[in-house]
């Protein structure tokens, strides 16, 4: 079977990498047979790309097996490089969305998960990450399910008006069929890492605790202040979106093991602090995130059925419509930063023959210009990736938020003393050391 992309899916054209590097032992044909267990059990692993007139669709079942690329790890740059190349390699039609480099060592190794966006979201590929690695040395099965779609995140959802809905959603696209055929982009990002370090990252979540408030919402009031401070009020977004995960049965059809390419997400706006205390803004964001994602849980139905009447245009109409949005959103991705929370990075169980050593993460996106700082834990720290279009957001400006958004914690965490742990330099790119 096969179908047409939606325009959303068209629209998100991105990769992301994670890069695991592990102690231990890997065997070259236990990781093939586990990649091959894991892609029986995703629809969205093993199909394809194929283009059909001006658009693409999608085709079941006619993937391959997932490519695994293997190289010797020599040093600590490696992983590094490997990830750019992945970043910047389109995922080709007839070929499956995702990718494993394996870099190995003695005893040592690193792996490399390179996902299309247009599958899965950054949820998602943890799941492939972590269902990989146990399939190493674990045998339980992985039950297939069916393809999943936007028509099944939708269900059974009947909108009020289905005739003025459908001539609203035939008129938009009709509206972007008029757009002038334009090349795609070529977008180049600036990338920083860095850790909240122990002490910090401790002090923050036993404060939150304290205030009854999730450390995603005080990381959201830090990072108003932070742009504030280092962009200057004329150069914020003037949003602060933070993606949902769709799972934890607040999308029915979206289970907690399957792969989707997003769920909602949650808006606020920056510059709203209207001088009060930073912990009673971050506890109205607080109540404010609950109450968007009981919201969004509602309306998540009605507006995929929406998306999904909408025709999409030629793919170099996208092109100037992704064009568009950039020229007019100068504040940063369509006057909005993201702000992303995978949480623990927990992949690895106790009965495994290897250890989780590090993790890191890298996103490009091939259309729109991207501007994000997303968030995760790792051994007990607190770690960030900050990505940035260079037409959205100037190096040193990244370095600056980077340093504004430490010192509000620092200020706000019982006057902990915090600065980012000491990075490494590479080219205008920083990674943690």
């Known amino acids: 079977m096969s179908r047409p992309l939606s325009t959303i899916e068209h629209l998100i054209d991105g990769c992301i990498v994670y890069a695991i590097r592990l102690e231990g032992e890997i065997d070259e044909t236990r990781l093939r047979a586990a990649l091959a267990r894991v892609q029986a059990k995703h629809p969205a692993l093993r199909a394809t790309l194929r283009a059909h007139g001006a658009g693409l669709r999608y085709v079941d079942d006619s993937a391959g097996p997932i490519p695994l690329r293997v190289a010797p790890l020599r040093g600590d740059d490696d992983s590094r490089r490997e990830a750019d ?35 899965c979201d950054g949820m998602s590929l943890l799941i492939v990450a972590r269902e990989t690695l146990k399939a190493l040395h674990d045998a339980s099965p992985l039950l297939p399910y069916a393809a999943l779609t936007a028509r099944d995140i939708v269900g059974d959802y009947r909108p009020e008006h289905p005739r003025r809905r ?15 055929p334009m090349a795609a982009p070529v977008n180049r990002e600036h990338h920083v890492e860095w850790s909240a370090g122990p002490v910090l990252s401790s002090a923050l979540r036993q404060r939150c605790k304290r205030e009854q408030v999730s450390v995603h919402a005080a ?151 991207a501007l994000g700082l997303l968030v995760y834990a790792l051994h007990g720290q ?10 959205c957001i100037e190096f040193d400006r990244i370095q600056a938020l980077r340093d504004a958004f430490m010192a509000v914690l620092a200020a ?22």
């Open 382 to 391: 607190i770690r960030f990736y900050f990505m940035g279009d260079r037409s």
């Open 412 to 433: 706000q965490v019982e006057r902990v003393q915090a600065a980012a742990v000491p990075l490494v330099q590479v080219g205008d790119a920083t990674c943690a050391g």
């Open 166 to 180: 459908r001539w609203t959603a035939r008129a938009i696209g009709l509206l972007l069929r008029l757009l002038p």
């Open 219 to 369: 990381l959201l009031v830090a990072l108003d202040e932070a742009l504030l401070t280092a962009l200057g009020r004329e150069q914020v977004p003037a949003w602060i979106e933070s993606p949902m995960d769709g799972r934890r049965g607040r999308v029915p059809a979206l289970a907690d093991d399957r792969l989707f390419y997003g769920g909602g997400g949650l808006k606020f706006r920056t510059g709203q602090d209207n001088g009060r205390d930073y912990w009673e803004r971050v506890r109205g964001a607080h109540d404010s995130m609950q109450a968007q994602i009981e919201r969004e849980s509602r309306e998540i139905p009605s507006r995929y059925h929406f998306c999904d009447l909408i025709r999409p245009p030629a793919a170099s109409q996208l092109n100037a419509l992704v064009r568009l949005g950039n020229v007019l959103g100068l504040k940063g991705s369509w006057n909005r930063i993201t702000l992303s929370n995978l949480g623990q990075i927990d992949l690895v169980g106790d009965e495994a023959p290897f250890r989780l050593e590090d993790f890191r993460l890298y996103v490009h996106s091939h259309s729109v210009h």
């Open 85 to 119: 190349l992945e970043l910047e390699t389109p995922f080709a039609c007839g070929c499956a969305q995702l990718r494993l480099v394996w870099l190995h060592g003695v005893g040592r190794h690193e792996l490399l998960f390179a996902a299309s966006h247009r599958i």
